[in-house]
């Protein structure tokens, strides 16, 4: 072998390994972008739900909240029903027992 084909085939082989390297650089990188973009997304969604979750939460304590008062609202306004119908029931007594003492004495009159 001459002195010539040697730098050749030196120089092929050196080309060879420069190509695999930077084909090996540019596979790397492409995997390496890929994976981080996709953890990106994934903290997104990790970020979302758990914004999602604390929404949710806080809803649930403004329904209960909600349900506790109405609750408290029906019970006042029972109560106050209550209230009403059994002192319209003794106003009813009274009136029947004042129409009835009215009648006697106008039977006691005649």
């Known amino acids: ?44 969604i990790a970020e979302a739900f758990l914004n999602a979750e604390s929404e949710h ?5 403004k329904l209960k909240k909600s349900d506790a008062e109405l609750t408290n609202k029906l019970a006042q306004t029972q109560a106050e029903l209550k209230a009403t119908m059994d002192g319209l029931h003794i106003a009813r007594v009274e009136i029947e027992s004042l129409r009835e003492n009215s009648q006697k004495t106008r039977k006691r009159k005649k």
Do not use: C, P
């Open 57 to 61: 939460a806080l809803i649930v304590d």
């Open 1 to 44: 072998m001459s002195q010539i084909d040697l730098i050749i085939f030196t120089s092929i082989v050196l080309l060879i390994t420069f190509s695999l390297g930077w084909l090996a650089h540019v596979l790397v990188e492409k995997l390496y972008y890929k994976s981080e973009r996709k953890q990106t997304n994934d903290q997104v």
